[in-house]
Structures are given as C-alpha cells and as structure tokens.
C-alpha cells in the first residue's frame, strides 16, 4: 500500500513531534534508579528543589512548612493546594524544564475545589498508630524516618536494614517493628505495645 507524499510527510512531522515530547517529558527531572522506585505523583514535585539545602540554589523549605500539622498531630499530612499557591500564585515556572505544566496543574485543581490526589510512600499497618507529633517533640529528625527527602527529586521508600543482637542478627528494615523498637529501646523511648499498637 503506497501513501502520498504529503501523508508522508504528516506522518513523519508526527512522530518527530512524539519523540521530541517524549525525551522532554523524559528529561523533565532525571530521575536515580532509586526515585524511579517511588510512585508516580500526579504533579512532579521536585522535592530537591524546594526542601534542598540553599548553597546549592535550592530554596531550603522547612517540612513544616509544607506538612504544617507533623508537630501538632498524629498524621503529618500532606499540603492543602493554597499552600502551594502561597508560591505558585507568583510563580508560574520553575527553573526546571517541563515546570510551567506541572505548576498548571496546581492551579487547575484549585479552580476544580479539588485536593491534590497524591500518592501515599510511607505506609504503616492499620494497626499501627504513629504520632508525628511526639516525635517532632522528642527532636526526631524527618530524614530518621523518612530518608534525606530534601535530596530526592521524587521521594521514594528508603532501604534501611539492620543486624542487631536484640533480633538474634535477623535483619529489620525501616518502618517494620523491629526497626521501630531498636530506635525506641536505644532513646528510651516508651517500648509498651500500647504505644505504637490499638
């Protein structure tokens, strides 16, 4: 089957254009092999970016800024959209390629009265109840928890895995109880099931 030339050359324009949009979406922030292990957001919230550290030219937002209820609640909560556009009502387009999309996207669920669907990494069984409030008042550092989130461009589960002598040298990884407990039991932190249990 022959198609003519101008079908031709649509279709080529087509697919130069696929490719193209393809290697920026691709590119928008370049993601480690451990970021592409975290979930797909549905805005790409670069957390380098603003949680970094300033000499690097990052903005150096405190997490409480952001996730305002992790000193007063038992959930740290992600951020209401008028948060975001605290910034973003002034800032359109970040410095990173792709940013003016993904910064739309913010105010387009605002203008639907719509929360910000993101997708939980952290997760805890039901049965579980961690107060973040404790333990940003006992002075545990987010990153303790939640790895150096201000490094990553998206956030991932961080692998954290320890041998010790209490679990008979089996291994613990991060957010299991074992983990939990070596934390509590080395800060004299309350180790009672009723604590972390219900």
Not at 60 to 67: E, Q
Not at 149 to 161: G, Q
Not at 162 to 191: I, V
Request: aromatic share 8%; hydrophobic share 35%.
């Amino acid at each position: 089957m022959r198609f003519p030339k101008r079908t031709l050359v649509l279709l080529s324009a087509l697919c130069a254009l696929v490719v193209v949009l393809g290697a920026t979406a691709a590119g928008l922030y370049d993601y480690t092999p451990d970021e592409l292990t975290g979930p797909e957001q549905p805005i790409e919230f670069n957390h380098q970016i603003h949680a970094g550290a300033r000499p690097d030219g990052n903005l150096g937002i405190d997490c409480l800024y952001c996730h305002s209820a992790a000193d007063k609640s038992q959930h740290a909560t992600v951020p209401a959209v008028s948060v975001c556009l605290g910034c973003h009502n002034f800032i359109k387009e970040g410095r990173t390629e792709g940013s003016a999309g993904e910064i739309a996207k913010i105010h387009e669920y605002y203008g639907k009265g719509e929360s910000i669907p993101w997708v939980k990494i952290h997760n805890l069984p039901e049965h579980v109840q961690f107060k973040h409030y404790r333990h940003v008042e006992s002075g545990v550092a987010c990153q303790t928890c939640h790895g150096s989130v201000e490094e990553m461009k998206r956030v991932y589960l961080t692998e954290d895995t320890r041998y010790t002598a209490r679990s008979l040298y089996l291994p613990t990884a991060k957010l299991e109880m074992g983990w939990c407990m070596e934390c509590h039991l080395e800060s004299g932190a309350p180790d009672d099931c009723a604590a972390c249990h219900h």
